[in-house]
């Protein structure tokens, strides 16, 4: 998210758990912490038409035993700062998801686990860690004092579904950390919420109409166009369909379930052409500038182009789901994966929450 952190004796960290290991990380994440989002950022996030932010916290804030992790406890260092961040949404009037992103043992093996390794996460006692912890989450984030703005606690994100991990399992640890959040919490309407797995909003319907009534118990689910070599492959014209087709998808378990889109961004593999046509991945015509370039070498075709993706996407989630969360905030390398920087470069409505600010409507009933 922000590769200035990684510098230092931190330079080769690979992960969080790499970069917990070094001298002076500690001072590094104070650093880090104490600038990197503040309560002005939040103001910005408001005049933008944003209603909610989704913050992810690493399960290390309230119990680093056995890792090299740099933990404070609750209402220490991460945690302080989180708490710190959701009074800044209460102030602002912003609603808050308390997002469990690194589990122990690792749910996906990935960086934003905190460690690149193998998944271990149901291994051992790791599962029931798991849930010890979401309750100490539940028991602060979930009382009645911030009700008002945690709206809901996100259980695990991208656990994957093969490997050393069994989706049956995950949706058992599912209905089994529910319980412990909801028997934890003294929010009356606080949502937990599940990412799907990577295996879609409907295989999780049943789950979700056993546990309680609609609104209780919700689903987040991941839509990137640029990670698999099909989405690779895809025109901007393209990537503009399947964003009006994925979220179409989504609807049918909408109605079931509440289904959000927890993450997204405005990144395509997309090339763009001078006369507004484009290519996947590469260019082979003068003028041509990709999606993953520097903003700075766009042009106005590439800018025109990705906004259409970024309102066929608003269009579509705003019609068949419950809601969505860009990621991110901020990030020092890629601008597309920034709202800070897309609302500035003009490909992201400008406030939001404003119709009149589309420029490309109907997209999807094309």
Request: proline share 3%; glycine share 10%.
């Amino acid at each position: 998210m922000n590769s200035d952190v990684f510098s230092g004796n931190g330079a080769n960290a690979e992960d969080q758990w790499t970069f917990d290991s070094t001298t002076g990380a500690g001072q590094a994440l104070q650093n880090h912490w104490k600038t990197y989002f503040t309560e002005a950022d939040v103001e910005t996030l408001k005049s933008y038409g944003i209603n909610a932010l989704r913050i992810p916290i690493g399960f290390w804030a309230y119990d680093n035993t056995g890792t090299p992790y740099i933990s404070y406890g609750i209402g220490q260092g991460a945690d302080n700062y989180l708490e710190q961040a959701i009074g800044w949404a209460q102030n602002a009037g912003l609603k808050v998801w308390v997002d469990c992103h690194g589990s122990p043992g690792s749910q996906n093996g990935f960086d934003n686990s905190g460690h690149m390794s193998d998944v271990e996460w149901q291994q051992g006692n790791n599962i029931a860690k798991s849930i010890a912890i979401l309750t100490t989450m539940a028991k602060k984030y979930g009382s009645v004092q911030y009700s008002d703005t945690v709206i809901a606690i996100e259980l695990v994100n991208e656990p994957t579904s093969s490997g050393a991990n069994n989706f049956n399992t995950t949706q058992q640890f599912a209905r089994e950390a529910y319980a412990a959040v909801k028997g934890n919490a003294t929010s009356p309407d606080l949502m937990i919420v599940m990412h799907d797995a990577f295996e879609g909003p409907d295989a999780w319907t049943n789950v979700a109409q056993s546990l309680g009534p609609k609104g209780s118990f919700g689903i987040d689910t991941h839509l990137y166009q640029t990670l698999t070599d099909s989405d690779k492959a895809l025109t901007q014209a393209e990537h503009i369909s399947t964003a009006c087709q994925r979220g179409e998808a989504l609807g049918s378990a909408n109605i079931k379930v509440p289904v959000y889109v927890g993450e997204w961004t405005a990144t395509t593999n997309a090339c763009i052409n001078s006369d507004g046509s484009s290519t996947a991945q590469t260019c082979s015509n003068s003028g041509c500038v990709c999606v993953t370039d520097s903003m700075d070498n766009w042009t106005d075709e590439v800018i025109e182009q990705v906004r259409r993706f970024m309102e066929a996407q608003l269009e579509s989630f705003e019609a068949y789901t419950s809601g969505y969360f860009f990621w991110s905030w901020a990030d020092s390398d890629m601008g597309t994966w920034s709202i800070q920087k897309g609302i500035a470069k003009g490909i992201i409505p400008n406030p939001l929450d404003d119709p009149s600010q589309r420029k490309y409507p109907g997209q999807c009933n094309a």
